[in-house]
Every structure is written in structure tokens, then in C-alpha cells.
């Protein structure tokens, strides 16, 4: 699965509006929790594709419902939290 993440639940990105920002190809493995489209709790990795003010691309297994809350981990352990927004196949 393709997954898109906004960085916040605004849909503003981190200037604080609304017109998208430039994607960045960028590769960052993060360690991925939340629940599956079945409400089950999962832990998995995941790498990110892109990258922007305003939010990021990941790739991993689950299938996971718009506006669900996931807990990123970053490499040095930074938590990022990220929702769940639009997914392309």
C-alpha cells in the first residue's frame, strides 16, 4: 500500500496554508504503529517515497482507514504523529 500522510489534521501544512509544497524524493525507514482497517493494533517498518512541509508518502503492508491516527518512529527515535489521508494503488 501507498500511503499518504498529512503532518497535522488542519490540512495546513507547517507555514500555515493551504497551497501544497514541493514533494521531496526522500528515503527514511520509520517504524509504524496504529490500527488496521480491522481495528486490529500492528507495529510494522515502513519507508517513506516523498516528503513535504505538509506531510510525507510511505509504503508498507497494512490497510489502514482515512483519518486513522498512526505513531511514526523515526531512525533516532523522533516520534512523528501522522493521519491517515488519501491512498493510491
Not at 497535522?8 to 527514511?28: D, F, M, V, Y
Request: glycine residues 14%; contains cysteine.
Amino acid at each position: 500500500m501507498v500511503l499518504k500522510l498529512l503532518a497535522g489534521s488542519s490540512g495546513k501544512n507547517r507555514l500555515g496554508n493551504t497551497k501544497p509544497s514541493k514533494r521531496i524524493p526522500l528515503r527514511i525507514r520509520f517504524k509504524v504503529s496504529g490500527r488496521d482497517e480491522n481495528g486490529f493494533v500492528f507495529e510494522e517498518y515502513a519507508e517513506s517515497v516523498d516528503v513535504s512541509t505538509g506531510g510525507g508518502c510511505l509504503v508498507f503492508s497494512k490497510d489502514i482507514k482515512k483519518g486513522e491516527n498512526l505513531r511514526l518512529l523515526g531512525p533516532e527515535g523522533q516520534c512523528f504523529p501522522g493521519r491517515r489521508s488519501l491512498v493510491s494503488l
